[in-house]
């Protein structure tokens, strides 16, 4: 049976309003299931620290010495952090020198397309392929300053992480914090004030 011209049309209208709901539907279950699985990984990385520190008393890979917290994932790579959650010999567990018991506080899949995890490096990728960035109070003040950031607050927390994001740059208003506006306690230097997150998002 041939369809006329009307039916035709009416058929083809019928199928791009179908398409106009389902196609942004689709991706906004895709986002969200990226999202959900970086927030994973921050809950997981932070909570690992976390575990570390009760097991040993100190935060992974710290610098003796240094002053001011220390931050990992931008000027030293965040792999010194891991390779002592994960157990690894290797640059910040030499000779398991940070984590002598070799406990695995953390394990994590490896880094492919789309998915976020340790690449060859060692080194802890987000999904859009940019290392996760880590804080810790090293100089146990009680609060985690992080330098030279729009995130450059005194946060209430022992160790903090983030993600930079799909734009794959720190500091700006996509990153996904582990932290919620709650746990600020200062501003420094009138930056502006961490983008919020929901206070379930991590669990």
């Given at each position: 049976m041939r369809l006329s011209k009307p039916e035709i049309s009416i058929l083809a209208g019928l199928a791009i309003v179908i398409l106009s709901i389902v196609?942004?539907?689709?991706?906004?279950?895709?986002?969200?299931?990226?999202?959900?699985?970086v927030r994973d990984d921050l809950r997981d990385l932070v909570g690992a620290g976390i575990r570390f520190n009760v097991e040993?008393?100190?935060?992974?890979?710290?610098?003796?010495?240094?002053?001011?917290?220390?931050r990992f994932g931008q000027d030293v790579p965040n792999w010194e952090f891991v390779n002592a959650l994960r157990a690894v010999d290797g640059p910040g567990n030499t000779n398991h020198v940070s984590n002598p018991h070799r406990v695995v506080f953390l394990d994590v899949r490896?880094?492919?397309p789309?998915?976020?995890?340790?690449?060859?490096?060692?080194?802890?990728?987000?999904?859009?392929?940019?290392?996760?960035?880590?804080?810790?109070?090293?100089?146990?003040s009680g609060v985690v300053t992080i330098e030279n950031t729009i995130h450059g607050a005194g946060v209430g927390l022992g160790i903090i992480a983030?993600?930079?994001?799909?734009?794959?740059?720190?500091?700006?208003?996509?990153?996904?914090?582990?932290w919620t506006a709650r746990d600020v306690v200062k501003q420094i230097g009138g930056m502006p004030k961490p983008q919020p997150m929901e206070p379930s998002s991590l669990r």
């Open positions: 196609v942004p539907s689709l991706w906004a279950v895709r986002l969200a299931r990226e999202d959900r699985m040993y008393g100190v935060w992974p890979a710290v610098r003796l010495g240094e002053p001011g917290d220390q490896p880094h492919g789309g998915t976020s995890g340790i690449d060859s490096n060692g080194e802890f990728l987000d999904r859009w392929g940019t290392p996760y960035q880590v804080a810790v109070d090293a100089d146990a983030w993600s930079c994001g799909p734009d794959r740059r720190s500091d700006t208003p996509d990153d996904i914090l582990s």
